[in-house]
């Protein structure tokens, strides 16, 4: 294996997260679930009841109920729904969510990852690196220069790298 050098940059342009979730058969009474995970692996729940068989209500109900969540993961995210599909955005560009959605009974969605995140605080962002390439195994990483610090995909666990060099910088 060829061991190579990447440095951290952090000069990613910040691009918001966008998700959608797509309802193709709603079922009166099942309940959908959206679960966000945060960083630190967190999580909180919201959760919605289909009112009939209509998937655009079942998608205007559920944006409903994200949007008015008070909890601080869901306040990160901006909801919007149009006919049978909410879109969930990033309020700030850069930093990332982990969205997932349950169903207890047969209503059928898709999730569609549309936009990825993009911005200077994460590790997994291309621009952020040297070679123009997020790490991969058996890369010598250093942390001895750029402008912004690593706050997001810090989870690296699947990764085996040859060597991490911090220093001033």
């Known amino acids: 294996m060829t061991t190579t050098h990447n ?8 691009v918001a997260q966008v998700k959608t979730i797509r309802f193709t058969n709603s079922v009166a009474s099942d309940v959908v679930t ?8 967190s999580t909180q729940a919201v959760t919605h009841t289909v009112a009939d068989t209509n998937n655009n209500t079942t998608a205007s109900g ?12 869901f306040q990160r ?10 879109t ?12 997932a959605v349950t169903d207890d009974g047969s209503t059928a969605y898709t999730v569609t990852d549309v936009t990825g995140n993009t911005g200077p605080n ?6 952020n690196w040297s070679r123009g390439t997020a790490p991969t195994a058996d890369d010598v990483l250093y942390f001895t220069s750029g402008s912004s610090s690593v ?7 699947g990764i085996s790298l040859d060597q991490m060099i911090v220093g001033p910088g």
């Open 7 to 14: 440095r951290w940059i952090g000069e990613a342009t910040a």
């Open 34 to 41: 959206v679960t966000m995970t945060g960083e630190d692996g």
């Open 62 to 73: 559920l944006q409903a109920a994200l949007d008015s969540s008070s909890l601080s993961l």
């Open 77 to 86: 995210i901006n909801f919007t729904v149009s006919t049978d599909t909410v």
């Open 88 to 99: 969930a955005t990033a309020a700030v560009a850069g930093i990332p969510f982990l969205l």
């Open 122 to 127: 994460d590790f997994n962002s291309a621009g």
């Open 151 to 157: 706050l997001y995909g810090l989870n690296q666990s």
